[in-house]
Nanobody
């Protein structure tokens, strides 16, 4: 079992930046693929990006080139650096963990059994 706690959300103007953190508790954090998802009001939770156990990253087209995911296994933490934020990035952001073999890329929310409580990001125009 792994428990996840997100932090770093807030209100930012369009064009600004935020860095979200997701701290994991429990053993073997390095054995999990980590994902970021977001959910805007009235919309389904959508994939933002993921980082494999080996550190490879994969992003949704809507955030590619603006968002960067990284992980620090020594700190049991995964990060989501968000630059050039747009009002349409406004959502609750969730991190998720999945125990998968090798460096499998996990992009489907149903494949992540562990979730944080979410952190609100609001981008004003």
């Amino acid at each position: 079992q792994v428990q996840l706690v997100e932090s770093g959300g807030g209100l930012v103007q369009a064009g600004g930046s935020l860095r979200l953190s997701c701290a994991a508790s429990g053993p073997t954090f390095s054995s999990y693929a980590m994902g970021w998802f977001r959910q805007a009001p009235g919309k389904e939770r959508e994939f933002v990006g993921t980082i494999t156990k080996s550190g490879d990253t994969y992003y949704a087209d809507s955030v590619k080139g603006r968002f960067t995911i990284s992980r620090d296994n020594a700190k049991n933490t995964v990060y989501l650096q968000m630059n050039s934020l747009k009002p349409e990035d406004t959502a609750v952001y969730y991190c998720a963990a999945a125990s998968v073999p090798g460096s499998v890329v996990v992009t489907t929310k149903g494949d992540y059994p562990y979730w944080g409580q979410g952190t609100q990001v609001t981008v004003s125009s």
